[in-house]
């Protein structure tokens, strides 16, 4: 069982996206139940659980008190491979409290200065929550939204940054792309997309694997690195 919390303290940063598009992969790599948490106010995943295609190894549960969010998640762990949790885009104690539950956080950044400072105050929270716990709380930056064919000055720029800093980032990023939208349209995941109603669905199912993937992979080193601890 792994807990991977999507965590931003800013909205509108590819935070639902990338939780639904892993979560969609995971459930293709495993039989196993894989439970997303939307523990986002609006609801979004809730949403995307009422269109056509949901797979059904796909559990959708919300949380509608601020005060439910570790039991759920804790209820979640029980009976699943893989618990997704996506948060809302601000520092409440919701947020803490999941964080404190996870066994990876994921920070989705995009390629923007504002962007980069809410991933400091991020990684602030992560490391409060994890003082309280009294453990470290591994976590990753994931560029997402990221131009197919251009690499962006402002993008380099803030991932030097941040790699000056010691903050660790994923090799992989999430490219914008037209199938990892047109799910919460049409429903089901990027594999099971319609490739002639969505255009390169083929391009964006490899890209989401190569981010799933070393995220399991990753889970796959820290649980290596405590057993020997």
Do not use: C
């Not at 980069?116 to 105050?121: I, P, T």
């Not at 994931?142 to 380099?156: D, E, Y």
């Not at 914008?176 to 997309?193: C, N």
């Amino acid at each position: 069982m792994a807990v991977i919390a999507f965590v931003s303290s800013k909205g509108g940063v590819g935070k639902t996206t990338s939780a639904l598009v892993v979560a969609g992969v995971l459930a293709g790599l495993t039989k196993d139940l894989v439970t997303i948490v939307d523990a986002d106010p609006n609801k979004p995943l809730k949403k995307w659980s009422e269109l056509a295609g949901k797979p059904d190894n796909i559990a959708v549960v919300t949380d509608e008190a601020e005060s439910r969010i570790v039991d759920i998640i804790d209820e979640a762990s029980q009976s699943s491979r893989f618990v997704i949790v996506d948060l809302e885009g601000a520092a409440t104690s919701r947020v803490s409290n999941a964080i404190s539950m996870s066994n990876l956080v994921i920070i989705p950044v995009q390629g923007s200065g504002l962007d980069a400072d809410q991933a400091v105050k991020t990684i602030r929270l992560i490391l409060e929550a994890g003082k309280s716990q009294r453990r470290k709380i591994p976590y990753r930056v994931l560029f997402t939204r990221v131009p197919a064919m251009i690499n962006s000055n402002n993008m380099k720029a803030i991932r030097g940054t941040l790699e000056e800093a010691g903050v660790p980032i994923m090799n992989t990023a999430l490219i914008e792309r037209e199938a990892f939208k047109a799910i919460f349209l049409h429903g089901g995941t990027v594999s099971g997309l319609d490739p002639e109603k969505v255009s390169g669905t083929d391009v964006a199912l490899r890209n989401a694997t190569a981010v799933t993937e070393e995220m399991v992979t990753t889970l796959a080193e820290l649980a290596k690195q405590r057993e020997v601890a």
